[in-house]
C-alpha cells in the first residue's frame, strides 16, 4: 500500500469517528446530559474503543452499550436514562437504519432480477 493511500485511509478513518463522536456528544446534549466538550470527546472515544474491545452478539449489544456508556459517563451527569437513550440513539442510526435500508435494497435487487 502506497503512502499516498494510506493517508488517505487515515484520514476517511479519522473523518468517520469524528463524526459518530459528534453524533454521541450532540444527542447526550440533547437529552440534557451536560459534560464539557473535551471531557466529552475523551469518554466518547474510550467508550467507542471499549465496544471495538468487548466482544458481544448481536442480541446482547444494546444491553453492552447501555452498560459501558453508565459508568462511563456516570463521572459527569446522573441523567442516566438520558445516557441509555443516546446510546441507543447511536445505536439505532448507524447501526439499525443502515442495516434496514441495505436489507430493503437487496430485496429489491432479487425482486428485480
Not at 9 to 35: C, D, P
Amino acid at each position: 500500500i502506497t503512502k499516498a493511500e494510506q493517508i488517505r485511509i487515515l484520514t476517511i478513518s479519522l473523518l468517520r469517528f469524528g463524526i459518530f463522536t459528534a453524533q454521541y456528544l450532540i444527542l447526550l446534549k440533547w437529552m440534557n446530559v451536560n459534560i464539557p466538550l473535551a471531557s466529552g470527546f475523551g469518554i466518547a472515544a474510550l467508550f467507542f474503543w471499549v465496544i471495538a474491545v468487548i466482544p458481544s452478539i448481536a442480541l446482547t449489544e444494546l444491553g453492552v452499550r447501555g452498560s459501558v456508556s453508565i459508568f462511563l459517563f456516570q463521572h459527569f451527569s446522573t441523567n442516566t436514562v438520558g445516557i441509555l437513550a443516546a446510546t441507543a440513539g447511536i445505536w439505532i442510526l448507524n447501526l439499525i437504519v443502515p442495516a434496514i435500508i441495505g436489507s430493503i435494497l437487496v430485496m429489491r435487487m432479487r425482486i428485480l432480477s
